[in-house]
């Protein structure tokens, strides 16, 4: 990624959803000082679209020239229109799809970011509400200490918000919420502004 390309703008405008271990080059300490990092860290980035993502219908003859996943498998694969702009990256990305969350069928489809990424049977009533880690936290457990965050958690909404409401898509190992950060320019500032300004 080109940060010089990055305008606060467009960075500003992009904000609003959740990342475990940032894409920005700038968070890997020896990155950020201008040396060769021997092996770049993996990052992983978790998106979580509460009312779905608008296509055409699937009578419609376009209609898989915009699926969300691309066609193809392993690293023979087609990138759909909605994926196209990511096309300079395809060889460092990972899609993964197939995903089943049968614990979060109980609860309404729009309602379940608590569970995105954990799948954890969270409880039928609000009393006996209990969830667990969730992929991005587990995931900067092995690898965080390799990047400047070892998580950045980010959502529209901000906070915790509450079960089966959630404005975060991460919990901690105990299963508690992790509040996402939602204003922009701390966002920004964040990623940066150095430290020791």
């Known amino acids: 990624m080109n940060l010089n390309s990055l305008d606060r703008r467009r960075f500003l405008r992009g ?3 959740a990342l475990a271990l940032p894409l920005f080059e700038t968070f890997h300490p020896a990155i950020a000082r201008g040396a060769e990092a021997a092996v770049n860290p993996k990052r992983l980035g978790c998106f979580y679209f509460p009312d779905g993502v608008p296509m055409p219908l699937p009578e419609d003859p376009a209609y898989g020239d915009w699926l969300w996943f691309p066609h193809g498998n392993g690293s023979e694969f087609t990138f759909t229109k909605c994926m196209t702009p990511l096309e300079s990256l395809r060889d ?3 899609v993964l799809s197939g995903f089943s969350h049968p614990a979060g069928r109980i609860v309404h ?3 379940n970011a608590d ?3 954990t799948g954890a049977a ?4 609000d009393m006996d509400y209990r969830n667990t880690i969730s ?3 587990e995931y900067a457990k092995h690898v965080g200490d390799e990047t400047r965050f070892a998580s950045l958690v980010m959502s529209t909404d901000g906070g915790t918000g509450t079960a089966r ?3 975060t898509i991460s919990f901690d190992r105990t299963g508690r919420p992790i509040p996402a950060e939602h204003r922009p320019k701390r966002v920004f500032d964040m990623l940066f502004v150095s430290s020791d300004e």
């Open 109 to 111: 489809g729009h309602n």
């Open 115 to 117: 569970q995105f990424l």
């Open 15 to 17: 904000t609003g959803l």
């Open 135 to 137: 992929l991005d936290q």
């Open 165 to 167: 409401g959630a404005h």
């Open 122 to 125: 969270t409880g039928g009533g």
């Open 92 to 94: 460092e990305i990972t």
